[in-house]
Each structure stands twice: as C-alpha cells, then as structure tokens.
C-alpha cells in the first residue's frame, strides 16, 4: 500500500547547488502535504508543508511545489549546504483524518562540500 | 525547546515477550501518535490517541499491541507477544490542536526494538 511514494532512495550534491527531492502519490483525497527531515538517532523534524489550495509554498532556502495533476510534489532546497545532508520524508494526509499522515520511505541527501 | 522523549532508546527482547515502549509527549498537546519504521522502508502509522482513546488505527495495529495514557505525561505503546517482524524503530509524535485543521506533528528520538 505505497500510497506516497519517494523513488529517490539517495541524492548527492554539491554545497551551494539546487537540491530537489521528489515525492508521488496515488490518492487524489490527499489534501495536505508535509517535508521531514530526519539526522540518523533522531526523530524526524519537520521542515515545510503545503495545502493543496496551493502550489508553492516558500520558507527560507527551502520550497515546496505542488502538482495535483500530476499528484507530484518536490522539496527544492537552495543553496545546498552540508548540514542539509539527512534522509527527507514527504507525508500526506487526506481530508478524512487530520491527523493520519502517510509517508514515503524517505531519499538521503548528500551534501558534499 | 519542548521536546518529546522516548524510552528506552534501544529495547532487545525475546521472541514472545512482552514490551513496553515509553513517551513523553509535549506537555499542552493533545494528540498522540505512534509510528514504526522497519530497517530501509517508510515509516508508517500505527495509532493516533485523543482524549484518552484511540482515534484511528492501521492495520498493523492489530490486537497484540495496545496504547495507554496511564497518567498526565506519559504515554506506552505495549506489544503483548512480540514477534520477529516487529524488530523496527517506533516513534511516538504529539500534535497541538491549534487553530488549523492540520497539525503539525513533533517526533521523538525513537526506540529501537530488537526482537530476538
């Protein structure tokens, strides 16, 4: 039941550069949409969200785009730097639980100096 | 900053066993969650508890697990007869109601459970 689906298990790129992680989903119900960020023996932390009455959302160097036609969404991170280097989840919820979120299974992003 | 806490960080058991998992939830939040992630694959919900039951469960929430707010801070996940496929990392989150609809949820470090 891969309802959210990240294909991107790893991403390497360099400091400074555009780091853009991927996510799909299936379930055209889903209606909000959350980034994670997870350090290896942490939690995952979040980063970012966006509504589907949206298709951008922006905070600092990181940005989210939302397709709902293509039910694709994308973390773009600019400029890279080595502390962004983690695993990033994408999650999604649909209008029936609020509090139901359904995770890919992550990409680990490689910063590299 | 407010965190939540998770104990013990690292849990092995035998095969059969009981196990208690522990959390501490951010203090003025109101919902609570519990969610596993098998080595190399997505994390996934298990259970999310307000006012003291369950509001929604997946169906891996089956009857061998079962979730208790047994005072005003803490909140246990137990697993009654622990199997091999249960060796994962679970994580507990809390959540504030506040004035949107979706709430942002707060993780804890997580607890490695090894199943022996």
């Known amino acids: 039941d891969q309802q959210v689906k990240q294909n991107s298990p790893s991403l390497s790129v360099q400091e400074g550069r555009i780091s853009i992680l991927n996510c799909d989903y299936t379930n055209s119900m889903f209606d909000y949409f959350l980034w994670y960020k997870k350090y290896p023996a942490e939690g995952p932390t979040f980063l970012i969200s966006i509504s589907s009455i949206k298709d951008k959302n922006e905070d600092g160097r990181f940005t989210v785009f939302l397709n709902k036609s293509a039910k694709h969404l994308s973390l773009h991170i600019v400029p890279s730097q080595p502390g962004d280097s983690a695993v990033y989840f994408c999650?999604?919820?649909?209008?029936?639980?609020?509090?139901?979120?359904?995770f890919g299974s992550g990409t680990k992003l490689n910063v590299k100096p | 900053e407010p965190e939540v806490t998770q104990t013990p960080s690292h849990q092995v058991t035998q095969m059969g066993q009981e196990v208690i998992l522990r959390c501490v939830p951010i203090s003025n939040h109101l919902y609570f969650y519990w969610y596993r992630q098998i080595l190399g694959q997505k994390v996934e919900f298990l259970v999310s508890?307000?006012?003291?039951?369950?509001?929604?469960k997946s169906e891996i929430f089956d009857d061998q697990f079962s979730v208790e707010r047994p005072d005003g801070s803490n909140f246990t996940l137990k697993i009654r007869s622990t199997k091999l496929e249960d060796s994962a990392m679970y994580f507990c989150?809390?959540?504030?109601?506040?004035?949107?609809?979706?709430?942002?949820?707060?993780f804890g470090p997580g607890t490695r459970l090894t199943v022996l």
């Open positions: 999650a999604a919820s649909d209008g029936s639980n609020f509090n139901k979120f359904y």
């Open positions: 508890f307000y006012n003291n039951e369950i509001s929604e």
């Open positions: 989150a809390s959540s504030d109601p506040g004035e949107g609809r979706y709430n942002e949820q707060f």
